[in-house]
């Protein structure tokens, strides 16, 4: 199948796969820590099978959800208990990579001990380097935490302070600032540890937002990164033949939520491009993933492919008998006429900077 995965055992063969923090929450948006294990039970059999047949692989994960509730943990704590500190963004961050990590570690290391493949999962705590002057710290668009009413948000941002918006339909979440991540610090030692054959668990929430400091320091910011920016922008720095963005859809859809609405196997770099310059793919739900697909196509060879699919759907999709496959080319000739010009270029990395739309498609947290 021309866009399944590279044959097995292919020397040196990197695969980034990139999960929806949503995802990990099969019980619903009050999902226990026990229903957060059993759905990374479910990720963690494809997962294996990557592992298992010789491919380097590198997980990533988002955090919205659980950033949210650790945030709101430590102001009911606070509130409580006036001495303990409330916890900023980038220590919420910290906090679910090593939550979440653990779940992840714990599910997949399993799997890969049944298959006698023996303890190779390593969970690397990620720190990402933004730029302070990046707009994105005066236009809050990432929404992170729990659902609420209009009122409750409203109410909730006066008294703490914060930005808040309408998530795609879905309810009232807050926002904060989403920089483009510029480097992942922990780069080299990812490398390491998958050139000894470790599946490394990183990039979690986007990694921990921090900036370079006069004296050769981080300091951390009050942020939350895309996550499948700093996907791509590790895969692409891996020299990763496989981007695996996992969503709330099977496939990517065209015209979402019309009567025209129809899904899409393949997509060139073109003809993704070309759909999201004209409002396919809105900026809150489909387009983060569809720029951090072209951005990774964009610093990577002609063999690279992205794969967009949902997490139930990703063994099938993985075989090359489903999901939404996006190659580096251009458009496919329109009938009676030249091919669709090439895209405008590509950047890694890349964020998303406008409103949160009202129509979603997939889960982009």
Same mark, same amino acid.
């Given at each position: 199948?021309?866009?399944?995965?590279?044959?097995?055992?292919?020397?040196?063969?990197? +695969?980034?796969?990139?999960?929806?923090?949503?995802?990990?929450?099969? #019980?619903?948006?009050?999902?226990?820590?026990?229903?957060?294990? &059993?759905?990374?039970? $479910?990720?963690?059999?494809?997962?294996?099978?990557?592992?298992?047949?010789?491919?380097?692989?590198?997980?990533?994960?988002?955090?919205?959800?659980?950033?949210?509730?650790?945030?709101?943990?430590?102001?009911?704590?606070?509130?409580?208990?006036?001495?303990? /500190?409330?916890?900023?963004?980038?220590?919420?961050?910290?906090?679910?990579?090593?939550?979440?990590?653990?779940?992840?570690?714990? $599910?997949?290391?399993?799997?890969?001990?049944?298959?006698?493949?023996?303890?190779?999962?390593?969970?690397?705590?990620?720190?990402?380097?933004?730029?302070?002057?990046?707009?994105?710290?005066?236009?809050?668009?990432?929404?992170?935490?729990?659902?609420?009413?209009?009122?409750?948000?409203?109410?909730l941002a006066a008294r703490h302070g914060w930005s808040v918006a309408e998530d795609a339909g879905?309810?009232?979440?807050?926002?904060?600032?989403?920089?483009?991540?510029?480097?992942?610090?922990?780069?080299?030692?990812?490398?390491?540890?998958?050139?000894? &054959?470790?599946?490394?668990?990183?990039?979690?929430? #986007?990694?921990?937002?921090?900036?370079?400091?006069?004296?050769?320091?981080?300091?951390?910011?009050?942020?939350?990164?895309?996550?499948?920016? +700093?996907?791509?922008?590790?895969?692409?720095?891996?020299?990763?033949?496989?981007?695996?963005?996992?969503?709330?859809?099977?496939?990517?859809?065209? &015209?979402?939520?019309?009567?025209?609405?129809?899904?899409?196997?393949?997509?060139?770099?073109?003809?993704?491009?070309?759909?999201?310059?004209?409002?396919?793919?809105?900026?809150?739900?489909?387009?983060?993933?569809?720029?951090?697909?072209?951005?990774?196509?964009?610093?990577?060879?002609?063999?690279?492919?992205?794969?967009?699919?949902?997490?139930?759907?990703?063994?099938?999709?993985?075989?090359?008998?489903?999901? $939404?496959?996006?190659?580096?080319?251009?458009?496919?000739?329109? $009938?009676? #006429? /030249?091919?669709? /010009?090439?895209?405008?270029?590509?950047?890694?990395?890349?964020?998303?900077?406008?409103?949160? /739309?009202?129509?979603?498609?997939?889960?982009?947290?």
């Amino acid at each position: 199948m021309p866009d399944s995965l590279p044959p097995r055992g292919v020397p040196g063969a990197v +695969t980034v796969v990139a999960i929806g923090g949503n995802a990990l929450l099969r #019980g619903g948006p009050r999902a226990t820590i026990a229903e957060q294990f &059993d759905a990374a039970r $479910t990720l963690a059999g494809p997962l294996a099978e990557l592992a298992a047949d010789g491919r380097r692989l590198v997980v990533t994960h988002g955090n919205g959800p659980q950033v949210g509730f650790i945030q709101r943990r430590s102001d009911l704590a606070a509130a409580l208990a006036p001495e303990l /500190p409330r916890l900023d963004l980038d220590m919420c961050v910290a906090d679910s990579q090593g939550s979440l990590g653990y779940i992840l570690a714990t $599910t997949l290391g399993g799997r890969l001990r049944a298959r006698g493949l023996g303890d190779r999962v390593a969970a690397l705590l990620t720190h990402t380097v933004v730029d302070p002057a990046d707009p994105a710290f005066a236009h809050p668009t990432k929404p992170i935490g729990s659902f609420h009413t209009e009122q409750e948000a409203r109410e909730l941002a006066a008294r703490h302070g914060w930005s808040v918006a309408e998530d795609a339909g879905r309810g009232w979440r807050r926002v904060v600032p989403s920089p483009a991540p510029r480097r992942v610090v922990e780069e080299a030692a990812l490398a390491a540890l998958l050139d000894r &054959d470790q599946v490394v668990i990183a990039g979690g929430g #986007g990694g921990i937002p921090v900036v370079e400091e006069p004296d050769g320091g981080y300091r951390g910011l009050e942020a939350v990164i895309d996550k499948d920016a +700093t996907s791509a922008l590790l895969a692409a720095r891996l020299g990763a033949e496989l981007l695996v963005i996992t969503t709330g859809v099977d496939r990517v859809a065209l &015209d979402h939520g019309l009567p025209t609405e129809r899904p899409v196997d393949r997509l060139t770099t073109a003809e993704a491009r070309l759909h999201l310059e004209q409002g396919q793919f809105p900026p809150g739900s489909m387009g983060p993933k569809i720029e951090a697909a072209l951005g990774f196509l964009r610093a990577s060879g002609p063999a690279a492919r992205v794969l967009i699919t949902s997490p139930v759907a990703l063994p099938a999709a993985l075989a090359g008998a489903g999901g $939404t496959w996006i190659r580096p080319g251009p458009a496919a000739p329109a $009938t009676g #006429g /030249p091919a669709a /010009p090439p895209p405008s270029p590509d950047t890694v990395p890349v964020r998303v900077t406008d409103p949160v /739309p009202t129509v979603a498609q997939g889960d982009p947290r």
